[in-house]
């Protein structure tokens, strides 16, 4: 499970977010170098004389022209790799429907016969220890690990957005309209998100919950529930 004390990204729990990490990485690196460069630069300005030909030189020009072009290119192909991967839904291994409501959340199981709940903020009162406050549901989605999910994600009222941090999702849930996305958590965990999008009075009451388990445990925990 993620710290929700610390500062900057959750601990990446699926491919798609450990790439978005490291394209973060990436920019402030292409960033810190930009930035150390117009500093030398103003640094060489302020404390030499310049020539007279230095500002029709065409070869500075020609230097600010190309530059900014491979600058953008080193952004953008690593960029548009992680949104195809993000766009990439082959074959999911199990598919679960996400349908957003004022003020919780209904899954449905579409692999499974009447495998469906609502998903309600457990009240600070009802809390047991260790259970995180505004964050923790009364039934989890639960899903096995290392396993291809496609979530198909709805919304019966308002705007919402399903999103988990720590897994690299988040996608709007719009009524009458059907988003998906998928992930793949490569490790046995409980990992929280919320709505991101400002839907009502009580937007920040309607969290998400999803918990890895491996096959085994899934396929028992499945069965009870359609017991």
């Known amino acids: 499970m993620a710290n929700h004390s610390q500062l900057g990204f959750q601990d990446a729990s699926s491919p798609i977010m ?66 195809y991967m993000m766009d990439e839904i082959d074959q999911p291994d199990l598919t679960l429907k996400a349908i957003g409501h004022q003020w919780y959340w209904s899954y449905e199981y579409t692999d499974f016969k009447d495998l469906t709940f609502d998903s309600y903020m457990i009240p600070t009162a009802e809390l047991s220890p260790g259970h995180f406050r505004l964050l923790e549901v009364d039934h989890r989605v639960v899903v096995p690990m290392e396993s291809h999910v496609r979530i198909i994600i709805t919304a019966g009222d308002v705007l919402h957005s399903w999103t988990v941090p720590s897994l690299g999702v988040k996608t709007d849930a719009i009524p009458g309209r059907l988003n998906q996305t998928s992930f793949i958590i490569t490790r046995p965990g409980v990992f929280y998100g919320q709505c991101s999008e400002i839907c009502g009075a009580n937007h920040s009451y309607m969290p998400i919950v999803v918990e890895s388990t491996p096959l085994k445990h899934f396929e028992d925990w499945s069965s009870l529930l359609l017991s």
């Open 18 to 83: 450990e790439e978005l990490i490291e394209f973060h990485d990436h920019a402030l690196m292409v960033a810190l170098a930009i930035c150390s460069l117009v500093l030398y630069l103003l640094t060489i300005m302020l404390t030499e004389k310049l020539s007279s030909d230095t500002a029709d030189a065409q070869e500075v020009e020609l230097i600010w022209t190309i530059l900014p072009a491979i600058v953008l290119i080193l952004l953008a192909l690593p960029s548009l790799q992680i949104l």
